[in-house]
């Protein structure tokens, strides 16, 4: 691959995972807005909040409008992260095809699990002031006293009241969540390998193989393989967004010292179950999300280059 090439390349990884951020956040954000009160509510632990929470929206928020607040933010934060990702997992993978084990050709599971938390690193760290704006308008009505009208007013009311400080709440389970990123594309690389190699009796000898094999992959390949990857490894990493969210409302600087002392909070008050409010909305939400994401994101990965051409 010349440098040309591989500089291409990143960029049409960039491009597809933007693509893909968008589509997936359009189609699902109430979901999202749900899973997001259901997070942040420290008092109710009833089964059927997810019904309690869509009637509340509906009938006190201004009907189905209501579960479209927050959306620029939602939009941009994926979209952003997306499209950072995807362009920084790219180069990473690229260099360590180039400076790895000359006597190795595939990438291995620990690998794509290093390159894949690595970008989610750097993509946590530019896109954190995003997501504390995204979840403060989703956590409240935009009839709440205080809440922000936009997204622009949410900016310059952190950074009137909080300074910078406040653009990073929530930044350390963020960057523990990172592990959820790599877990998954780490199960989704080795899930795609091996469908690919099943498909077609021939082995890859090679990792250029191996991605010329992949895009031979059907979508309902992609969707099985993108859902395997996304339950396992939000069944192990889940509790760090209900974290998360909770650092990152309007009074997390009063209610908690710390992610420790949130942990300690949520383990005493809500016991075990705290820890896993919200995990039906965030099924529903993620599968689908999951689906739209990886579909959109293989398949921009194959027409984009062509459509290049095409224009060339």
């Known amino acids: 691959m010349t440098d040309k090439n591989a500089f291409a390349s990143s960029w049409v990884e960039s491009i597809a995972g933007f693509t893909a951020g968008v589509v997936s956040t359009v189609c699902l954000h109430p979901l999202d807005l749900i899973k997001t009160r259901l997070q942040v509510d420290r008092l ?12 509340e929206i509906y009938q006190n ?13 939602n939009i941009l934060g994926n979209s952003t992260s997306w499209g950072l990702y995807f362009l920084c997992y790219s180069n990473i993978k690229d260099i360590m095809h180039k400076f ?78 990172v592990s959820h990123g790599a877990l998954q594309f ?33 979508n309902i390949d992609f969707l099985v393989i993108s859902s395997l ?33 949130a942990i300690r909070q949520i383990w005493r008050k809500e016991g075990l179950s705290g820890f896993y409010k919200g995990l039906g909305p965030n099924l529903l939400r993620v599968l689908p999300s999951t689906w739209v994401t990886f ?10 280059p062509k459509l290049a051409a095409n224009l060339g």
């Open 44 to 55: 109710s632990s009833r089964i059927g909040g997810s019904v309690r929470v869509v009637r």
């Open 61 to 73: 928020e201004g009907g189905i409008t209501a579960f479209y607040r927050g959306l620029t933010p």
């Open 100 to 177: 790895g084990n000359p006597g190795r050709d595939n990438l291995t599971s620990s690998d794509y699990f290093i390159a894949s938390g690595t970008a989610g690193m750097l993509t946590a760290v530019f896109t954190n002031p995003i997501w504390v704006i995204k979840t403060r308008m989703l956590s409240t009505g935009s009839r709440t006293p205080g809440a922000y009208a936009s997204f622009t007013s949410g900016a310059l009311q952190i950074f009137r009241s909080e300074g910078v400080a406040g653009f990073y709440r929530g930044l350390l389970p963020a960057l523990f969540g």
């Open 186 to 218: 780490m199960a989704y690389e080795q899930l795609k390998l091996y469908r690919s190699k099943k498909t077609f009796s021939t082995v890859s000898s090679t990792a250029a193989d191996a991605e010329k094999m992949s895009r031979t992959l059907s």
């Open 229 to 261: 990857s996304k339950i396992f490894a939000g069944c192990i990493t889940y509790p760090y967004q209900l974290l998360r969210a909770r650092l990152q409302t309007y009074d997390a600087a009063v209610l908690y010292r710390g992610a420790t002392d």
């Open 295 to 304: 579909l959109v994101y293989e398949n921009t990965k194959i027409y984009l």
